[in-house]
């Protein structure tokens, strides 16, 4: 087996015959059918892991080349689960897509925390208060979300239902376009993944 986890511009001049073996490639936007003329394979995982694979927790959605059978999804599968979460999805459009929410996804809730913890130090806030206070919110958060294995929506309702400042708060950043705005920002991600591979 062999892994493939380069840039995707220095893929092209990565010359690795793989002569048959099973090859899983975590690059964003190079294609089954690119990977598998290239290394000389008909047994290719293409996956997308995210940078929470160094604490055990990535989510990672990957799909398999025409040519793999079960026993080759089942290493996949091992790989993995040794760091994380793993979904097998129906395309590579999905892929494209992932590569945008759960791929680039660690990088939205530290985004989120570092303009809450701004905003915590511009009214005054010791720096490290401020840090802990956004830090632990935000982990408290992911925990809350993990053990109620709920959808995220039934959460936020049951904050709107309260009246209370978080459905003053969550209400003004639907007003002002939220969800909008993270929906444009994933699709700019999905096309940045697919135009990746369409420079290879």
């Known amino acids: 087996m062999i892994i493939v986890s380069v840039r995707p511009a220095d893929w092209p001049s990565l010359s690795v015959d793989a002569n048959g073996k099973l090859v899983i490639s975590v690059m964003a936007g190079i294609r089954l059918d690119q990977l598998a003329t290239h290394h000389q ?3 290719v995982v293409r996956a997308i892991p995210n940078a929470a694979a160094e604490v055990g927790r990535s ?3 990957w799909i398999a080349s025409g ?3 079960e026993a ?3 290493i ?3 790989i993995f689960h040794a760091f994380g979460v793993e979904d097998e999805v129906n395309g590579e459009s999905d892929i494209d897509y992932l590569t945008g929410l759960s791929g680039s996804g660690p990088a939205f809730p530290a985004l989120f925390a570092a303009a809450m913890m701004k905003d915590a130090v511009d ?3 010791p720096t490290d208060i401020a840090r802990r206070a956004v830090n632990t919110v935000l982990i408290g958060a992911g925990a809350l979300l993990e053990h109620r294995d709920d959808c995220p929506n039934n959460v936020v309702n049951s904050f709107l239902d309260y009246r209370g400042t978080t459905a003053a708060a969550i209400e003004a950043m639907r007003a002002f376009g939220l969800e909008a705005t993270v929906a444009e920002r ?3 991600a999905s096309k940045k993944s697919v135009s990746m591979g369409d420079a290879s």
Request: glycine share 10%.
């Open 72 to 74: 080759d999804r089942s």
């Open 76 to 78: 996949a599968r091992r």
């Open 186 to 188: 994933l699709s700019a």
């Open 59 to 61: 989510y990672t959605p």
């Open 41 to 43: 394979t008909s047994r």
């Open 123 to 125: 009214h005054g806030l």
């Open 67 to 69: 040519g793999m059978d």
